[in-house]
């Protein structure tokens, strides 16, 4: 596979107007998250079926794709790497790539729409590997620590509740919304499977947590319920 195929397929589909609206949406201007991003202008759906014609891409391949400025080649060649990762035999290859690669993971979407699938998948039967998910939660890089707690889902989805509260006690004090939001969307889908477990992580923490942490926790309690924990007394 050529990358100037991926590319020239991505240009093809690129849109001017949508370009600028997602330059918005994800914030890149001067002091936010996504400074510096560019964006071609393509949807998400649009980027997958790209990816099914180049699903065979190497990862020599996907590193050029990872290096691109164009925040739709990142996403592309992650997404290649997911569907990489489903088929592979050395799977351990592909999620030591994916780390080594984790400061090209640069916005939010790239962390959430490979992390659960790569790394959560890959570390769900090896727990006494999980104490990589400790040194990314605990990096100064935004993303290590977004692909730290997104990763719990894949945990989550299991019926294994362990390290998403451990992690969300660590993300307390955390100054980023987008970790604020990761963690308590982790802790919502906590919820849906135990809420008695999500419930006495919020006792013992809602006084302290950001606001925006806690709203996403809460998102599908009761009126009442929601009321009770918003309280700081």
């Known amino acids: 596979m050529a990358i100037s195929s991926v590319k020239k397929e991505l240009l093809k589909n ?13 914030k890149t201007g001067k002091g936010q998250y996504g400074e510096g991003d560019v964006f071609l202008g393509i ?3 649009v980027q997958r079926e790209i990816v099914k014609k180049f699903k065979d891409a ?41 780390l080594k ?23 769900l039967d090896k727990k006494k590997e999980r104490e ?20 719990t889902f894949t945990f989550l989805r299991n019926k294994d509740y362990k390290d998403i509260l451990k992690i969300a006690e660590i993300l307390l004090k955390d100054e980023q919304d987008l970790i604020h939001k990761a963690v308590g969307w982790m802790l919502r889908e906590l919820g849906k499977r135990n809420k008695e477990v999500e419930v006495s992580f919020l006792n013992k923490h809602h006084r302290k947590m950001p606001r925006t942490m806690l709203r996403y926790s809460i998102e ?14």
């Not at 400061?103 to 490979?114: G, Q």
């Not at 990589?132 to 990763?151: A, C, P, Q």
């Open 58 to 98: 190497e990862l020599k391949e996907i590193q050029e794709l990872l290096n691109d400025e164009f925040h739709e080649c990142r996403l592309t060649g992650l997404l290649i790497l997911v569907q990489k990762y489903k088929k592979a035999e050395n799977k351990r290859e592909i999620f030591d790539f994916y």
């Open 101 to 123: 690669n984790a400061k090209r993971i640069n916005n939010w979407d790239l962390v959430d729409l490979t992390a659960p699938g790569i790394v959560g998948d890959f570390l």
């Open 132 to 151: 990589i998910l400790y040194s990314l939660v605990k990096s100064k890089n935004l993303w290590e620590r977004r692909i730290s707690v997104l990763s």
């Open 14 to 26: 690129g849109d001017k107007e949508q370009a600028k609206h997602l330059s918005r949406f994800f």
């Open 220 to 233: 599908k309690f009761s009126p009442r319920e929601r009321e009770f924990f918003m309280r700081k007394d």
């Open 43 to 45: 949807k998400v759906p």
